[in-house]
């Protein structure tokens, strides 16, 4: 490994830009080498690193194909995107990690006890605990370092900057102490085990399965344990059309939205209840429409409602992966806009009842549908309730898929995303 200073010269002299253009694409090159200036600058000036160091990056993810199905073990579709956590760092010979994120205070966190703490709950220091413990936990003796971080990764946007910051985290240590041995479905599955355990929300795998293994992949979550995850093989950037992220400007994170969340998992499982189950995917779907006029009266409409859409989206993301598979990108996008509609209608995750004046998502699905007259998809994007949508636009729409929604939610709130087939990952060692 090269040092600090001989990383910066690197970088500085143009040896670099093979590694960063094969991840960032060549156009993007200019900006990736200015942040990876930037941040192995500040590694040198916050904490002169004696021993060698490496760059880091850890994706966003975009879910591109079942929408709430992975916490009924079902199937999904999603890929890391282009937008990131970028990180240099180096050990520090001690037992501390310690991360300076750009606009926050310094992390530091002892490793001596690994332990989840309740203080830490839902804060950089439990995902940092929890990465550590989760690869400690796999027999893996390991060390401090110090890293400084920048990020793009929009917030609320969906993209999940929390599975970002613990792919990024797990790199840096299977590199540094793991000898790279750690694969990246079991630094996904560690990544969730920091959120469910330290952090202390309870997430299915999605959001690091996308980060981590990059591409497109469609995953099976049948057996939680271990997930069948299969890599799609298609080129995006052939498809003519942008992968379009657009911001709502309502608030993803909003603490009554909690509620709204938890109501779907509770109410698709009262209806798996009824078969004395406890998953809609232990529940066989022709049991299930047979049973719709007791479930009714049982757990109401809304549950029957949110239960088909389990059934009917949890199909569409197999058939969305399959139809990637055979290079049918119109099959895609017609299941993408259905996926959209079940979501809006079956689902009913576009907006809030505890707040209904808030409806920003459907009404940019609104606009969005009328800006792309019939061509493209459009649909909400991972969780919802607020937040963003996702739509995939013809290349000759882009400008005025991207005026007008802007002019609608204002300047800089639709972001033009790509699809990039690297997940977590060393950047340059």
């Not at 966190?109 to 690994?114: A, E, F, N, R």
């Not at 204002?410 to 990039?420: D, E, K």
Request: aromatic fraction near 6%.
């Amino acid at each position: 490994m090269c040092s600090c200073n001989q990383l910066l010269q690197a970088l500085e002299n143009g040896k670099c830009d093979a590694p960063l253009a094969a991840v960032y694409t060549a156009e993007g090159l200019t900006q990736a080498r200015a942040r990876a200036l930037h941040v192995t600058q500040a590694l040198a000036d916050a904490f002169a690193p004696k021993g060698g160091a490496a760059l880091f990056s850890g994706p966003g993810r975009t879910e591109l194909g079942g929408n709430h199905t992975d916490h009924q073990r079902g199937h999904v579709l999603c890929a890391s995107v282009d937008m990131d956590m970028l990180a240099c760092a180096a050990p520090n010979g001690r037992n501390v990690i310690r991360v300076q994120s750009e606009g926050y205070p310094t992390l530091e966190v002892d490793l001596t006890d690994l332990s989840p703490r309740p203080e830490e709950a839902n804060s950089s220091a439990a995902l940092v605990r929890g990465v550590a413990a989760g690869i400690v936990q796999r027999g893996y003796q390991i060390g401090g370092f110090d890293a400084c971080a920048v990020s793009n990764v929009l917030s609320g946007s969906g993209l999940s900057s929390s599975a970002a910051y613990e792919i990024l985290i797990g790199n840096i240590l299977n590199h540094f102490f793991c000898g790279g041995k750690l694969d990246p479905v079991e630094l996904a599955k560690i990544g969730q085990y920091a959120e469910n355990v330290h952090f202390g929300k309870l997430s299915g795998l999605m959001d690091q399965m996308g980060s981590s293994v990059g591409g497109a992949v469609a995953i099976d979550f049948g057996d939680p344990a271990n997930p069948v995850v299969r890599p799609i093989a298609y080129d995006f950037a052939r498809s003519g059309h942008a992968l379009c992220i657009v911001d709502t400007g309502s608030d993803h994170s909003a603490k009554h939205l909690t509620e709204d969340y938890s109501d779907i998992t509770r109410e698709m499982r009262s209806v798996a209840v009824h078969f004395s189950k406890q998953l809609l995917r232990e529940v066989p779907e022709a049991d299930f429409r047979a049973a719709i006029p007791a479930l009714r009266r049982e757990c109401g409409d809304r549950a029957v409602l949110r239960a088909l859409h389990f059934y009917d989206d949890d199909r569409r993301a197999v058939q969305e992966a399959e139809a990637l598979a055979r290079e049918d990108f119109a099959a895609f996008l017609a299941l993408v806009n259905a996926s959209g509609m079940s979501s809006s209608l079956h689902l009913q995750n576009t907006w809030s009842t505890a707040d209904p004046r808030q409806q920003a998502i459907p009404v940019a699905l609104a606009f969005g549908r009328e800006l792309l007259e019939g061509t493209g998809a459009i649909r909400v994007h991972g969780g919802g309730f607020a937040g963003t949508i996702q739509a995939f636009v013809p290349m000759d729409k882009l400008d005025a898929f991207r005026s007008g929604m802007e002019a609608l939610l204002g300047p800089g709130m639709c972001h033009v995303l790509r699809i990039r087939p690297q997940g977590g990952c060393v950047l340059v060692s």
